[in-house]
């Protein structure tokens, strides 16, 4: 066989990039919509059965309905922006985290930042007896930065390659699951099951100023990347070739750790541990629009806010009026779906 | 004009790598860096490109101290082809357009996509546009990482053994393409390279390193049966076939 292209080849070839451009964008906006079917079956599911249009209204506090209102400002919304800006932070996070350690199991579990979280608030509820409030978030929050800090001091002090840190992060998080495991074993009961309750994750424990609070550094991350999305881009072909396209990878990296790692924190210590949604989202994404930034953010972030909505509407409907706990039900649905994708992925290969 | 003056470098708490390092070059040539393996030819371009820090030394890019500019001034100036091609789903257009970003603000301009079109228009990339990088032949993406690095519209390109995983074909290919580039558009390139033969068909320029210093540079006469032996421990000579000079490598 010759290698010479004819001209129609041509043609075809360039009306494949058109092709892949817009199937990118077909696949954002499929994710957005997914996503607002998604609120508004939120909006719906509950023992309080009302109409979609009062719903709408109650959003606003205009339906006739007081208690629609009450019930949709103050119970629906706070819990399904929770899981929006819960999933959109950990979905993108996974994505930085995977393009800047070159590593595609790379998330805040891997790295030990959710196992940090889990372990503050054992010492908060075991050994400091807390019950509950602001206490165990802010020790569930400064476990996950220590194991930030440990990291990034490991990646800064010593060098490691990227390779290296996310086999650093799978030793912390092995040594954080066993202290935790040590202190329940000192735990009484009511501390035993006040853990397991927190281990759980509760989206529906979130007020409005803890959610304003939690928008906002999700907003820095989605601003900061969106910005460095061609780094990204530079950073997969290569660290070398990162570099002699101008990048400070070394900053670049430092600077997303540090992003990706207070954004998890805040979020595990808020919502409790959920696992792979950072991991399969942009997983997900790649298989459809690639390895491009300019998709795959915009992508990991609507993806991870619809798959944990959607993990959360599954635990709130799968056996009404009972409510699941959403990190018990993310890490049962993720994980086969992750199965999915890599043998799917291995097959394409 | 390119001026390399007193470069060295040593990896940490290693032995010395490079030994001030001496050369000079004229815009629009061609030089090829030789010697045997581990002797410094890779770590030499890596520190003109200051992927790697000599730790002395200047380097003169038509009178600037590359040495002391930022990685984005270097960007802008200088391209480099890594002998480690990347295979990522990326689109042969995505990639290309990498090339552009030194100079990127918040966006690509239309001049941008314009360089980037007569980067792969040169290299006769356009059919493959929409393939993802992951999907072409090892030749293929090397002539996507060379347009790649001809859209940094750099003055001087450093190429990291670009034809070591090639076929022949490739090979005479890509080095075709860059000396023509040399020779039409003043561009000067330096390439790290282990085949002599190729290196004496389309290099103006040779430097032979050996124990991490300068053994001989100048033009196809520093390779003589005496250089070969000294450099190369081999037993060797020049001949003259069709009027193009060629290693041959006795037993």
């Known amino acids: ?349 | 004009m390119i001026d390399v003056r007193n470069i060295s470098y040593h990896y940490h708490g290693g032995q010395e790598v490079l030994k001030n390092i001496n050369f000079t070059l004229e815009r629009g040539q061609f030089l090829a860096i030789l010697g045997n393996n581990g002797v410094g030819k890779s770590t030499l371009l890596k520190c003109l490109n200051r992927i790697l820090k000599a730790e002395s030394g200047a380097f003169l890019l038509d009178g600037e101290n590359i040495l002391k500019m930022s990685n984005h001034e270097i960007a802008q100036r200088i391209a480099f082809v890594s002998q480690n091609v990347a295979n990522t789903q990326m689109t042969v257009h995505d990639v290309v357009m990498l090339g552009r970003r030194p100079y990127m603000k918040w966006g690509f301009t239309e001049e941008d996509h314009k360089i980037v079109h007569d980067a792969m228009h040169r290299l006769n990339l356009e059919p493959l546009r929409g393939r993802f990088l992951n999907q072409l032949s090892g030749g293929e993406r090397q002539k996507v990482m060379l347009a790649r690095a001809l859209a940094q519209q750099p003055k001087l390109l450093l190429l990291d053994e670009p034809t070591s995983s090639l076929d022949i074909h490739n090979q005479y290919q890509v080095l075709k393409i860059v000396r023509d580039i040399c020779h039409n558009d003043g561009l000067t390139a330096i390439v790290v390279i282990h085949d002599l033969n190729l290196a004496l068909r389309f290099c103006d320029r040779f430097l032979l390193l050996r124990r991490g210093e300068v053994y001989a540079q100048g033009d196809y006469s520093v390779l003589s049966p005496e250089t070969l032996k000294n450099v190369y421990q081999v037993d060797g000579k020049i001949l003259d076939v069709e009027g193009r000079k060629m290693v041959f490598v006795e037993e």
């Open chain 1, 1 to 349: 066989m010759n290698s010479v292209r004819l001209p129609s080849e041509n043609k075809h070839d360039l009306t494949d990039y058109r092709k892949n451009q817009i199937r990118s964008i077909a696949f954002l906006i499929l994710l957005t919509v997914l996503l607002l079917v998604s609120v508004l079956l939120s909006l719906r599911a509950g023992s309080y059965n009302t109409p979609v249009s009062e719903l709408i209204k109650g959003i606003f506090g205009k339906s006739a309905d007081k208690k629609v209102n009450l019930v949709i400002r103050n119970n629906r919304m706070p819990r399904i922006c929770t899981a929006i800006v819960a999933g959109a932070g950990l979905g993108l996070a996974g994505c930085i985290l995977q393009a800047i350690l070159h590593n595609p199991l790379a998330s805040a579990s891997t790295l030990g930042v959710s196992q940090g979280a889990t372990f503050g608030a054992a010492f908060a509820i075991v050994t400091l007896n807390l019950t509950g409030g602001v206490g165990i978030s802010l020790w569930s929050f400064a476990g996950s930065i220590a194991v930030a800090v440990v990291i990034l001091g490991l990646s800064r002090l010593k060098q490691i390659s990227a390779e290296g840190i996310v086999l650093a992060g799978v030793a912390i998080s092995s040594m954080l699951t066993g202290a935790t495991t040590l202190i329940q074993y000192f735990a009484n009961e009511i501390q035993l099951a006040n853990l397991v309750f927190w281990t759980f994750g509760d989206l529906g424990s979130t007020d409005w100023n803890e959610l304003r609070n939690m928008s906002v550094m999700v907003l820095i991350l989605i601003v900061y990347c969106t910005l460095h999305r061609w780094d990204y881009n530079a950073l997969l072909n290569g660290e070398e070739t990162a570099v002699s396209l101008g990048i400070n990878v070394q900053q670049l990296t430092l600077t997303n750790m540090v992003l990706c790692c207070l954004t998890c924190s805040m979020i595990v210590s808020r919502v409790g541990l959920i696992n792979f949604i950072g991991l399969v989202a942009p997983h997900i994404v790649r298989m459809v629009v690639g390895n491009n930034h300019v998709y795959l953010i915009p992508g990991s972030v609507l993806a991870g806010a619809t798959l944990l909505l959607l993990g959360d509407l599954f635990a709130r409907v799968a056996i009404m009026p009972i409510i699941l706990p959403i990190g018990a039900i993310t890490s049962f649905l993720g994980g086969p779906l992750f199965l999915y994708l890599l043998f799917k992925g291995g097959r394409q290969r």
